[in-house]
């Protein structure tokens, strides 16, 4: 299936693109830089390429909004960029489309490692499993990969338990609200929108495994096309675009900053340099702790060093600005006191991981330093709600596997803390989040980088709000409404975490929808809400 | 440190004006509100200056205020977003015909331009709407402005006359001359009260209850409509006592986002989404406007009207308490009724002749012989 070719109409002009990969790698392959015009009138193309910050919305088959890094290209496609958003010429008959009804024991959000592992052994414990997942195939970010392809040798054998434990996968599906049912016997209620569908889901239980995104923090010209997540230029690459050839710089810092600059290198990118912002005294500190506790994660580590040797990796470095008429020119970097300009066609530059925390907190589970607060068995504050992997923090895939597999089991009622297969995946849980606050105070982002916002950048780029009117707001609220700070569709998954980092302030509060959904989705969904609280009180009658 | 002659609570789009007609007039201000200006009530309002008609005492009011809106607007920055959109009151059949005519004849009354669309003009002024409505009454000199920042314009307006502004300052009562705040008693001249949703907190015996509405807001598209859209039957929803109600009201920012109304709900200040009332909203204005359904809504917000008996706003004098002024109880209309309210409460402040008849705006209203609540 990847082998073959479809055509496809960009921008009016016939072209091929490799069957499975998503619109914005065909649109990068073919040379074409900018996918939208933003509020005030600059093109923009990808950021994160993994669906949350709607930068790369194009036009397709005359919807308008549709992003690009999470549409894969079909035979006979029309795709337009930079063009003003027409409403959708379709006629609207088809626009509400039915509510797909369905219930299950046990709903799973989320088909990365730790939804998948949580669907597995939830179904394995005999229950009724349905798993949501917004992604073309189950994987996630980490196993991100062109549709079609097979997965990685390490995912593989989770695919084929997933297969065989009995727990149906529904694909491409937005999940935009949750919430408790009303109606006996209770339990929880998802609304998803997975193409023209719209899906009613109950469920008794649900897992929350819904991941992390990337962190971004403001400098100067990072709206201009090239400026990407680092986790973002490594999805966009895996989901088919070609990086060969560009002149790469990576910049930001996490572990996260080694796998991009290696999968950069093997996409033969000219990769420039790696600044990472934490001091080398945290970096020789967290070596010190990863030899004694975990060697595994430093020869890891040093695996993904040895693909980019040549390259300079610079701790203590950080981007102040990037350059360019329309398009990514040149970075500037600097160390606080020295600068340095390097040319580069694409900056890969990401501050680590945020939880995507959106559905927990609608549900009403405790959070405490953004992530959700959960018990021994992965039980979130909510009965009947129960959180795993980066949702609770981001601790990486070991520990997200062990987290879903235990969540599985307890919302399967299923779980047993003395098991000694339980006792197994606590262990490794355990090992794994005391290494990632290690990992957390190693990589901790230094106040230097609140000076590289400065200066006019923007800050939320869905309304182009700048730095200088966000400012002057004494909070998150006020300048949403001051600014439009954080009203986009992204809802504030972007600006979010920088406002939070820039000033201390917390994201406004969160209110359904959740994730955008056609206004026929939520009359519908809603609708269907009402008739079966109708129905029961008729029943009960 | 003096007094100042006014102190307003509330500095939302109501205060806010009183705040800035006030210091216009030459009085010392200050104006205190526990959070920040806009970001109660009229953070959650649509922004549509329209005239209404649903009673004399409103007609006069909205069209004191719209005009007082259209001499502002050569002075609004962009950041209020104005624009005159104009107003479609569509009528779905030709029972709403006879609404549409009998509402032109008593705009023209007034000396307020209305244009009688038929079926065909109709569509031809708003392609997407469905076909088979009956036709509409144009009202194109309504406008569309952006409360919260229009709010905050206009404290500016009043802070660059000396006025002052104290947010994040809750007022825990209002007395004789004087509010009680945290850091302690402020005295003035006079009080105004215009604590919106709140105010009937601070005023025991004020008749305002929070009415709920849900609003959802759309990604762009630019030119999917031009005019706010409103049925005909809004009145109806707006001014029953139904518990619960919807009715189509949809208008385009000037974004190119649309922004979905309305219902309304008594169920005190429960933010919370009312999902299946929000499908009763969406529903209805699918009846009037099918093609919406494939816009893309990006958010949902819920706001609380301050609502009074007979829909008509409080504005005036409180006698009970010497010095205390009311301009609260604006329902649906504290944006387009600001700038009239406080043209009516300085009016009265500096014992000025109003140009409209103050007095079905009186809050002593209810306790006059035959007052009806």
Not at chain 1, 8 to 23: D, F, M, P, Y
Not at chain 1, 148 to 167: H, I, K, Q, T, V
Request: charged residues 20%.
């Amino acid at each position: 299936m990847t082998s073959g070719r479809v055509r496809l109409r960009l921008n009016g002009r016939s072209t091929e693109a490799e069957a499975g990969v998503t619109v914005a790698a065909a649109l990068a392959n073919a040379g074409m830089a900018g996918c939208r015009i933003s509020a005030s009138g600059e093109v923009r193309a990808p950021l994160c390429a993994m669906g949350v910050c709607w930068e790369c919305r194009v036009t397709v088959d005359g919807e308008p909004h549709v992003r690009a890094c999470m549409t894969v290209v079909r035979e006979g496609m029309e795709v337009e960029t930079l063009a003003a958003p027409r409403a959708s010429r379709r006629t609207p008959d088809d626009a509400v489309g039915n509510v797909e009804p369905i219930s299950c024991d046990v709903a799973v959000v989320g088909g990365g490692p730790a939804g998948v592992a949580a669907a597995c052994r939830a179904a394995e414990s005999g229950a009724r499993v349905v798993l949501l997942d917004e992604g073309p195939a189950p994987g996630g970010q980490i196993y991100r990969r062109r549709s079609g392809e097979a997965a990685p040798e390490a995912f593989a054998s989770w695919l084929d338990r997933l297969n065989r434990s009995g727990a149906s996968v529904v694909r491409g599906a937005a999940v935009y609200d949750a919430f408790a049912s009303t109606a006996p016997p209770g339990g929880w209620r998802l609304s998803a929108r997975a193409d023209e569908r719209v899906l009613a889901l109950a469920a008794a239980r649900v897992v929350l495994a819904t991941g992390a995104r990337e962190r971004f923090l403001p400098f100067p010209g990072w709206t201009l096309p090239g400026v990407m997540g680092a986790a973002g230029a490594q999805a966009l690459w895996k989901s088919g675009a070609r990086l060969a050839g560009r002149v790469a710089v990576v910049a930001g810092t996490g572990p996260l900053l080694l796998a991009a600059a290696a999968s950069l290198a093997k996409a033969g990118a000219r990769l420039e340099l790696v600044a990472e912002q934490a001091r080398v005294r945290s970096l020789v500190l967290l070596a010190a702790r990863l030899g004694a506790s975990s060697p595994a994660r430093l020869v890891e580590a040093a695996g993904y060093r040895a693909s980019f040797i040549e390259t300079p990796y610079l701790p203590g470095w950080w981007v102040a600005e990037a350059r360019g008429r329309g398009t990514l020119e040149a970075v500037v970097l600097t160390d606080g006191e020295r600068v340095v300009e390097v040319p580069c066609d694409l900056a890969a530059v990401g501050y680590g991981l945020v939880p995507n925390l959106e559905l927990p907190v609608l549900l009403g589970c405790e959070t405490r330093r953004g992530a959700a607060v959960v018990t021994g068995d992965q039980a979130s504050s909510v009965p009947g709600i129960f959180c795993a992997g980066e949702t609770c923090g981001v601790a990486g895939v070991e520990v997200a596997m062990a987290e879903g597999e235990i969540a599985g089991a307890a919302a399967a009622q299923a779980w047993r803390a003395g098991d000694t297969n339980f006792r197994r995946l606590v262990r490794v849980r355990d090992a794994g989040r005391r290494l990632a606050l290690a990992m957390d105070r190693a990589f901790a982002l230094r106040p230097e980088l609140r000076g590289a916002a400065s200066g006019d950048a923007i800050v939320c780029r869905c309304e182009d709000a700048s730095f200088p009117a966000v400012a002057r707001c004494a909070g998150a609220r006020e300048a949403k409404l001051a600014t439009r700070a954080g009203m986009g569709p992204c809802q504030g998954r972007v600006c979010g975490p920088a406002l939070e980092f820039l000033f201390g302030w917390d994201s406004d509060t969160v209110r359904p929808p959740v994730q955008p959904a056609t206004l026929g989705a939520l009359a519908a969904a809603d609708d269907a809400v009402a008739a079966n609280g109708r129905k029961t009180s008729e029943e009960s009658a | 440190m003096p007094h100042p002659d006014l102190i307003v609570v509330g500095a939302g789009i109501v205060g806010a004006a009183c705040a800035a007609e006030a210091s216009a007039a030459g009085l010392s201000v200050e104006v205190l509100d526990s959070g920040f200006a806009g970001g109660g009530t009229t953070a959650a309002a649509m922004g549509h200056v329209v005239v209404m008609d649903d009673s004399e005492a409103q007609l006069a009011l909205t069209a004191l205020s719209r005009r007082l809106w259209t001499e502002l607007a050569s002075e609004l920055p962009a950041s209020c977003e104005d624009e005159r959109t104009g107003t479609l009151w569509i009528a779905a059949d030709e029972d709403e015909i006879e609404l549409v005519r009998r509402k032109a004849a008593v705009h023209r009354a007034r000396g307020i331009a209305v244009e009688e669309l038929d079926a065909a003009a109709l569509r031809d002024a708003e392609p997407m709407l469905r076909e088979g409505l009956a036709g509409a009454l144009r009202v194109p000199d309504d406008r569309v402005v952006y409360p919260p920042n229009a709010a905050r314009w206009l404290l500016e307006r009043a802070e660059a006359r000396g006025a002052v502004r104290r947010e994040r300052e809750p007022v825990a009562a209002i007395g004789d001359r004087r509010v009680e705040t945290a850091s302690g008693t402020r005295h003035a001249g006079a009080v105004v009260n215009a604590a919106g949703a709140a105010a009937a907190a601070l005023t025991p015996g004020l008749p305002v209850a929070p009415r709920k509405g849900h609003l959802v807001i759309t990604d762009r598209y630019p030119g999917f409509c031009r005019h706010q859209l409103v049925e005909l039957g809004y009145l109806k929803s707006a001014h029953g006592r139904s518990s619960e109600s919807v009715a189509f009201n949809l208008q385009p920012r000037r974004t190119g986002q649309m922004l979905l109304g309305s219902s309304r709900e008594f169920v005190g200040l429960d933010a919370r989404i009312n999902r299946p009332l929000r499908a009763r909203m969406i529903g209805r204005a699918l009846q009037y406007a099918p093609a919406i359904a494939r816009l893309s809504a990006i958010r949902t917000w819920v706001g609380f009207r301050p609502a009074t008996p007979d829909n008509l706003p409080l504005v005036g004098r409180w006698e009970t308490v010497p010095g205390l002024w009311i301009a609260a109880g604006h329902e649906g209309l504290g944006v387009t009724t600001a700038l009239g309210t406080a043209r009516l409460l300085v009016d009265a402040l500096l014992g000025r002749t109003s140009e409209i008849d103050p007095s079905p705006y009186s809050p002593m209203r209810a306790f006059a012989p035959g007052g009806h609540w």
